[in-house]
DNA sequence: GGGCTAGTTGCGACTGGGTCGCAATCAATA
DNA sequence: TATTGATTGCGACCCAGTCGCAACTAGCCC
């Protein structure tokens, strides 16, 4: 256990939104300022390996990154907005049911799962509604 | 409509397996010997827009590379093995009852899901199993 | 406390997937 | 058939992530 790798997992602790290896790096550099980008990734790699965290593709929203989130006692699924960029969290106990089942029908024995959905968020859903009823209510 | 973009199209099409870009673009060379790396990429995007193929990442088992496959009239979830990196596809009812709550309840837009499922497969699950009972049988 | 050693770090070079700007080309329409 | 907006090929580029290696250090044992 050294500095490095206490400074990389506080930052990730604390965090109250998700981030990605760079924002990572940039925040662990406030509390351990020499620290270097790839202990950054091999501290990542770890805590995936010991699953302390999760890793998040977030419907690659902004590019190929990678944004990480300790893992919760409970799977939740993560909604990104195309339109205004946001993304909600949600869980269900049906996720639950769909893991059980997989568990179960197919044998399959799960570690880690993944459940992104793309679209648009209510606000960003009615705006768009809204929108729509304009341009069609006045036809050029 | 170009004749690089039907090359690509129809091997996405023809596939019976889950392609990445690098393959995709091999492939079509096959039928269109100058296609350009550029020109698969800007396809694939093409298609991911007008909703025609989906993206998969499958737990990263291969690195970063993503994978490509037609829509279905069907989600189904991947479930990627850890260990001898095969691919199972499974497509449950709960799932779609899963996506209609989170229409309802959170009000979101789906347009894309993508659900990954990591871990071991049921053959190698039980392998493991069979391995730690000889294992625990004979201890040095 | 001091020395030993396996494990960790920093560095720099590298890989590989994916993107961009631009000039040349082409498909589709009039 | 002439026009033109979209598409292509090319080369340079970007950026996330990885690797090999020498230097360092945490943690243990004495």
Redesign the pocket.
């Known amino acids: 256990?050294?500095?490095?790798?206490r400074a990389v997992i506080e930052v990730i602790q604390t965090a109250n939104e998700h981030l990605?290896?760079?924002a990572l790096l940039d925040l662990a550099r406030n509390r351990?300022p020499?620290?270097?980008?790839?202990?950054v990734?091999?501290?990542?790699?770890?805590l995936k390996r010991l699953r302390l965290i999760d890793e998040l593709d977030l419907m690659h929203l902004q590019?190929?990154?990678?944004y990480y989130e300790v893992k919760t006692r409970r799977d939740h699924v993560h909604l990104a907005c195309f339109r205004c960029g946001r993304i909600e969290e949600y869980s269900s106990p049906l996720f639950e049911q769909l893991k059980a089942e997989i568990t179960e029908q197919a044998g399959f024995e799960i570690r880690v799962t993944r459940l992104e959905v793309g679209g648009n968020c209510h606000a960003c859903a009615e705006a768009e509604k809204k929108a729509q009823r304009e341009a069609s209510a006045k036809p050029r």
């Open positions: 256990m050294t500095a490095q790798r990605d290896a760079a351990e020499g620290i270097d980008r790839a202990t990734y091999r501290t990542i790699e770890l590019g190929e990154k990678h």
